[in-house]
C-alpha cells in the first residue's frame, strides 16, 4: 500500500500520514470502535484525493477550488463532498477528450 501511495501522492509527509490513518483505523477497527475506523478511512480517502488533485492540477492551489455556485473556494478550505465532486469532474474530462481520439 505503500509504495501505491508514494506513486499517487508526492510528498513523503503525507504518505507517512495517510499510513498513520490506516493503521489508526485498523487499530479501532480492532478494538470494535467502528465509527472511530470509519472517520479515519474518510480522513485517508480525502489526504488522497486532495494530494492528487493538486498535483495534477496546481492551478487549484493557486486560484481555489470551483465551489457548486461557481465560487472559488480556498485550498484550505475545501471538504470532502467539493474534493470528489472536482475529482468526479476531472475524471469526466479526460475520459471524454480520450474517447474523442
Known sequence: MEQ???ELVLEEELVR??????RESQAAEACGSYLLALFSIGSFV???VYSVLISRFPELARDGFPGRKGNL????????????DIAHDRSNRCA???SSR
Open 46 to 48: 480525502e489526504g488522497v
Open 73 to 84: 473556494i480556498p485550498s484550505d478550505r475545501v471538504g470532502p463532498e467539493q474534493l470528489l
Open 17 to 22: 500520514m495517510l499510513v498513520s490513518r490506516v
Open 96 to 98: 471524454a477528450k480520450v
Open 4 to 6: 501505491r501511495l508514494r
